[in-house]
Structures are given as structure tokens and as C-alpha cells.
């Protein structure tokens, strides 16, 4: 155990600008300055002030990081990244009434985690999945392929899904031709330096052999948004290693760095990304997956109750 630390504000600002400059993941990808991010913030920080205003100066040099996975949690408040919640809210690809009213409609589904539906006149699969902390398994995944299996095709909707489980994205994962092929490369933090990292290390898929059953092969359309963020980007990151699987909406919101944080010496609590996570070709999607099919809600025909990316999916899977 290190030694205490005092518990002035000056040395728990002075704290944290140092854990975040020794471990943070992302400084080259956000194009920060941290050393100018210092000269910021440091001269409104003295012994003097009280707590609030203390939270408020180190929870705005986070906000400088534009990362959704940063966090400063103390025990009269929380910490938010202003700039990525709003972004996610402000530039979202889903009018949810529109899919509730025209495409589950009344007669829809629920299934463990899935609200789902068919559409296209019973042609094309529409999944409806919110988030990635809500429980999986392959039970379901196989449940919903064998339930759908006279579908063309599948739609797994993804928009302002915000993340969540790392274990359900390979649930997810577990019905589709899985052959141990690779899926993304990641690295830790591994010293003081921007860039001093750890060996990179290859994620890999499962083996669909061991499943027993014939993976699902059909064309799959998974939507995503500005609002689909962290475990959901991890997923979108891996459907490029599956040949049955596109992309259509819009760029994810990212947060595909794995948080890890510790304790300042006031008590308050503190996260940031510490790993960073590449394709395979060595591309650094934080800022955002792309989609393989770009496609923004039309005003038009939303006012009409028709979500073109929805339509854009079918009509994809139907051809």
C-alpha cells in the first residue's frame, strides 16, 4: 500500500490530472493535450475551496477527454461526459413510437430480452434488442434463429443501445458461423508514457462445430446509432468478421476502451478507459464504428411512420 496521500484540493486535482496522464488510452485518437488541459484547469484549483466547486473544476477537465466511459463519482454526485451523453440523444437514428406503432405493432413479441416481430409480409425477422445488460443466452439466440427460420432474414435493431455485458455480445455472436476466425485486436495500458502499451492480444470467435447445430447463415442487418455505445460498438466491431452480416444507420457512438479507475485521496471515485481496441487491419474505431450501409431517418417519411433504415435493412435482405 502506497502511503497517504494528503487530502488537500490541490494535491487530489494534482492526483487525478496524473492517473488520467499515466493511464488514459486515447489521447492521439481524441487529439488532447493534456499538458494543456493542466494549464486550464490547474489555476482554479486552491486549498481553500470547498468540495462542490472542487468536483465541478475535475469533473470539467474529464469532460475535456469526450469520453462516455469517464466518470467522477463522489457521494453527492456523478460525473457525466456532456458532450457524448447529448451527442448520443441529440444525433440519435430512431423515432421509437414509429417502430413501437408500424413495425412491432400490437401483435408483437417478447421473448426473454427481444421484442420482435415479422415484417414484409412475414419475410424478414425484426429484432428489437436495448441493451446489452439485459440477460442473454444461446438458448435464445438459437430460440429466436429457429423461430424465425422461414424468414429470408434477420434485423437485429441496435440503436440507442448504450452497451453494457461484454459476455452477451458473444452470446450474440454464438448462432452465426463461428470458425475461431479473429474479431478485434486489444491493448492495455502498460506505463506512464502515451504510448507505452502492452502486447497486443487477438480476440477471437468461438467454434460453431461445438454448437451442434448449423449456424444461422442468413443475411443479418444489424441498425445502429450515434446512441450505440461501448459493448454495442465492441458488436458492431465484430460483424465485420461475418460475411452474412451488414451494418446500415449510422456511425456508433464508440466507447470501445474497457474502463478502470481507482480512489482519490479525498474518497471520491474515479474511471477511465484504460484499453484501446483496433480491427484487425489496425484501425482505432473510438470515435465510432462505421456503418457498412449509411443511412439517416428521413423527417419525411417518419412523419409518414415509416423508418427508412428499417426499410433500407429489408429491402437489403429481401434482394
Not at 31 to 37: A, M, N, T
Not at 161 to 173: D, H, K, Q, T
Not at 282 to 297: A, M, Q, T
Request: glycine content about 8%; some cysteine.
Amino acid at each position: 500500500m502506497e502511503k497517504d496521500e494528503p487530502q488537500n484540493p490541490v494535491n487530489v486535482f494534482d492526483y487525478l490530472w496524473n492517473q488520467v496522464d499515466q493511464n488514459y488510452t486515447f489521447f492521439d485518437v481524441k487529439g488532447i493535450d493534456w499538458d494543456s488541459v493542466r494549464e486550464v484547469y490547474r489555476p482554479k484549483v486552491d486549498d481553500l475551496m470547498g468540495k462542490d466547486s472542487l468536483f465541478r473544476v475535475c469533473a470539467a477537465m474529464l469532460n475535456t477527454l469526450r469520453d462516455g466511459h469517464t466518470n467522477l463519482i463522489s457521494g453527492f454526485d456523478v460525473s457525466r461526459n456532456d458532450s457524448v451523453y447529448y451527442k448520443m440523444y441529440a444525433e440519435k437514428n430512431i423515432n421509437e413510437e414509429v417502430v413501437m406503432l408500424n413495425y412491432l405493432t400490437v401483435g408483437h413479441h417478447t421473448t426473454g430480452s427481444f421484442l420482435h416481430h415479422a415484417i414484409r409480409n412475414g419475410e424478414v425477422a425484426y429484432l428489437r434488442y436495448s441493451s446489452f445488460s439485459n440477460g442473454l443466452s444461446e438458448a435464445l439466440m438459437k430460440y429466436m434463429a429457429n423461430y424465425y427460420k422461414d424468414c429470408k432474414g434477420m434485423i437485429i435493431d441496435l440503436r440507442q443501445n448504450g452497451g453494457g455485458s461484454m459476455g452477451n455480445v458473444a452470446v450474440m455472436l454464438s448462432i452465426f458461423d463461428n470458425h475461431k476466425q479473429p474479431l478485434y485486436q486489444t491493448q492495455t495500458k502498460a506505463g506512464p508514457s502515451h504510448d507505452e502499451f502492452g502486447a497486443m492480444q487477438t480476440v477471437y470467435a468461438a467454434d460453431s462445430s461445438l454448437l451442434g447445430k448449423t449456424p444461422y447463415t442468413k443475411p443479418v442487418a444489424v441498425l445502429v446509432d450515434r446512441g450505440s455505445y461501448s459493448a454495442t460498438s465492441f458488436f458492431a466491431l465484430c460483424t465485420m468478421a461475418y460475411d452474412n452480416i451488414k451494418l446500415f444507420g449510422d456511425y456508433t457512438g464508440g466507447g470501445l476502451g474497457i474502463p478502470n479507475g481507482g480512489i482519490l485521496p479525498n474518497g471520491w471515485t474515479y474511471r477511465f478507459s484504460t484499453t484501446r481496441t483496433m480491427d484487425m487491419e489496425g484501425h482505432n474505431y473510438e470515435n465510432g464504428v462505421p456503418p457498412d450501409v449509411r443511412v439517416l431517418l428521413d423527417p419525411v417519411s417518419t412523419a409518414q411512420g415509416i423508418d427508412n433504415v428499417i426499410e433500407a435493412a429489408a429491402e437489403w435482405i429481401l434482394e
